[in-house]
């Protein structure tokens, strides 16, 4: 498991510091639970804070990239570098439903500075893809990720054939630098028996 060099950081408007990045399942399994974890030195080299996250898609099948956003609050003023610890996961994922993503568009938005992307997501496998979730990660010029969120489709569970419009719009600070992005689908599968009975016990 190996966690890019693309990564980067940024203050947000609410004084909020990101880390954001790519990691590359470099195995031959589905990974899960894939945790990214960071700590935090002031110019002095002293341990000043420490954070972690899992990766946005909940399954990394082999051979994949997805993105990671670590969120850190009050740092001092003096914090100078970060540091990754080695990516913790487990090898018992189980693949993710095939969906399609379509009909995407992206676009900065100046008078507010967000980055807006729309688009579709369709179920493309025979059984129903539940709690459907779109993953975006934005790179400036150079490959760096600068941005790293995600967004639910308005229908989040799709039968099979069925697709459903998303937007997902990235905040909190001035995306002027955004050049291209990438967007992944989640979700797990059920089978419409299951997805029922799942509904009735919730109902």
Request: charged content about 25%; hydrophobic content about 35%; aromatic content about 12%.
């Amino acid at each position: 498991m190996t966690i890019l060099p693309n990564h980067s950081a940024y203050a947000s408007s609410s004084n909020a510091v990101h880390i954001v990045g790519e990691v590359e399942n470099n195995t031959t399994k589905y990974l899960d639970f894939v945790e990214v974890k960071a700590n935090i030195f002031d110019d002095q080299g002293n341990l000043v804070d420490t954070n972690f996250t899992y990766t946005w898609l909940e399954i990394l099948p082999p051979g994949e990239i997805t993105c990671f956003d670590i969120l850190l609050f009050d740092l001092p003023e003096n914090w100078d570098r970060y540091e990754f610890e080695d990516v913790a996961y487990r090898t018992d994922g189980v693949p993710a439903p095939k969906m399609t993503i379509y009909d995407d568009n992206g676009a900065y938005d100046s008078d507010f500075g967000w980055y807006e992307i729309t688009g579709q997501v369709r179920n493309d496998d025979s059984k129903v893809a539940e709690s459907v979730s779109v993953i975006g990660t934005l790179h400036n010029s150079s490959g760096t990720v600068v941005g790293s969120d995600f967004a639910y489709p308005d229908d989040e569970d799709l039968y099979p054939g069925q697709a459903s419009a998303f937007e997902l719009l990235s905040v909190g600070r001035d995306y002027a630098d955004v050049a291209s992005y990438r967007l992944q689908a989640d979700g797990s599968s059920q089978t419409h028996q299951q997805w029922l009975r799942s509904r009735e016990q919730t109902d």
